[in-house]
T-cell receptor, first 113, second 113 residues
Framework: NAGVTQTPKFRILKIGQSMTLQCAQD?????MYWYRQDPGMGLKLIYY???????DKGEVPNGYNVSRSTTEDFPLRLELAAPSQTSVYFC????????????FGNGTRLTVT | GENVEQHPSTLSVQEGDSAVIKCTYS??????FPWYKQELGKRPQLIID?????GEKKDQRIAVTLNKTAKHFSLHITETQPEDSAVYFC????????????FGTGTRLTVIP
């Protein structure tokens, strides 16, 4: 049981490039989330999904897109990278229920220069 | 949306002393309040949570208190140990069908041996 797996761990992008951050979970969780964590700040919700085929925006969705074709996978797409997207990105998953604990991946550290 | 404020941003205590971290929230509909611990370079991990129908919860050296009237909740760590050194995040969420947590900005706790 690997939990939540994120790839890559680190990435450097040039302004305007695109990339996909991968996230997979093997706990059969229906709910999945993408957060970003900026230095000295808490985690901000980018997008979330309550099941395959269903996604919704969080607090800071601009500049990102997501898809959820399977229960296991929840990739995050950056189309035109900007320096403001330099951050650490965490994927998380949980069971149904507004008070089910989030299980986080190890994060992806992204730098846009 | 919800706004969660957390204080202090940094906290240093001597080993064996107690540490208290406080959070306030703005949305009176919030009803679930977890605390996450994040060690350097690691993923956030849930350490304790409390629901709005409970005023206090304890788990060994860790306790959380909730005052719904004042909209604040606190984390108490007693008999601190060096391994308690980490960044602690409070969060709040309400019934929306998914666990959409709003995080505080974090408290860096240092336990001095």
């Amino acid at each position: 049981n690997a939990g939540v797996t994120q790839t890559p761990k680190f990435r450097i992008l040039k302004i305007g490039q695109s990339m996909t951050l991968q996230c997979a979970q093997d706990m059969n969780h229906n709910y999945m989330y993408w957060y970003r964590q900026d230095p000295g700040m808490g985690l901000k919700l980018i997008y979330y999904s309550v099941g395959a085929g269903i996604t919704d925006k969080g607090e800071v969705p601009n500049g990102y897109n997501v898809s959820r074709s399977t229960t296991e996978d929840f990739p995050l797409r950056l189309e035109l990278a900007a320096p403001s997207q330099t951050s650490v990105y965490f994927c998380a998953s949980s069971h149904e229920g507004e008070d089910s604990p989030l299980h986080f991946g190890n994060g992806t550290r992204l730098t846009v220069t | 949306g919800e706004n969660v404020e957390q204080h202090p941003s940094t906290l240093s205590v001597q080993e064996g002393d107690s540490a208290v971290i406080k959070c306030t929230y703005s949305d009176s509909a919030s009803n679930y309040f977890p605390w996450y611990k994040q060690e350097l370079g690691k993923r956030p991990q849930l350490i304790i949570d409390i629901r709005s129908n409970v005023g206090e919860k304890k788990d060994q050296r860790i306790a959380v208190t909730l005052n719904k009237t004042a909209k604040h909740f606190s984390l108490h760590i007693t008999e601190t140990q060096p391994e308690d050194s980490a960044v602690y995040f409070c969060a709040a969420s309400k019934k929306t069908g998914a666990n959409n947590l709003f995080f505080g900005t974090g408290t860096r706790l240092t336990v001095i041996p």
